[in-house]
């Protein structure tokens, strides 16, 4: 997939998850604070057209979910739809960001079988569901080991380097760009404004299909 119609983006966090003594769910603190710091670049971006209606944040436990909420209203932004994957199934925001949580997959879960039983995001189904919420820009945060190891992630974090679209920590410890430099890629990209127009409906096209979707071209991305 060329770059220019990539709507899918990933930034790795070299985070630690960690869950209360009394709960199975886990959180991500170094995660939860680079979503908020992401989420506060963005929305305050003249470059970028989404406002917070827009913006949906998929976590992969209720502990993340909650971290988050607490964060975003902090800096003023309640308005942001955060919560977890059966939140999100059958609705679509101009822009997901997915907060994937763990550092690896834990201990209990490596033991038995991933596919009878799914944790937090991992698995085919809970995959598909956390890429395809976003009808723009799908922006995944996640520790850059647990992305390039588990299935389904591991394509996803190959395809991302493949075309220019991974910022963050790599497996390696490698530091590439933070918030505001993905902002400036998401901007530079157009992947979150008007986009190409004629590209998407070149001159001599049916006019009422150009016209049915006219109103939409405020966060539609060519997909090539």
Not at 1 to 20: K, T
Not at 112 to 141: W, Y
């Amino acid at each position: 997939m060329p770059w220019e119609g990539s709507a899918l983006l990933c930034w790795g966090v070299d985070g630690c998850h960690a869950h209360a003594l009394d709960s199975p769910s886990y959180f991500n603190d170094a995660e939860a604070s680079r979503v908020a710091a992401l989420l506060d670049s963005l929305l305050r971006c003249d470059r970028v057209a989404c406002e917070p209606r827009d913006v949906g944040v998929l976590c992969a436990f209720r502990a993340q979910t909650l971290r988050i909420r607490a964060l975003l209203r902090a800096r003023g932004l309640g308005a942001v739809t955060v919560g977890q994957i059966y939140d999100f199934q059958g609705t679509e925001k101009k822009c997901v960001i997915v907060s994937l949580t763990l550092t690896r997959r834990p201990s209990a879960a490596a033991e038995t079988d991933a596919a009878a039983l799914p944790v937090g995001l991992l698995g085919a189904r809970r995959f598909n569901v956390a890429v395809t919420r976003a009808k723009a820009l799908c922006v995944v945060v996640g520790h850059p080991r647990l992305l390039a190891s588990e299935d389904y992630w591991r394509d996803f974090y190959e395809s991302c380097k493949e075309n220019d679209a991974f910022r963050g920590a790599d497996p390696d410890g490698n530091e590439n760009g933070g918030a505001a430099e993905l902002v400036d890629l998401i901007a530079e990209k157009k992947l979150l404004a008007a986009g190409d127009y004629e590209r998407m409906y070149p001159t001599g096209d049916d006019i009422c299909r150009r016209e049915l979707h006219a109103c939409e071209t405020a966060w539609r991305v060519i997909l090539v």
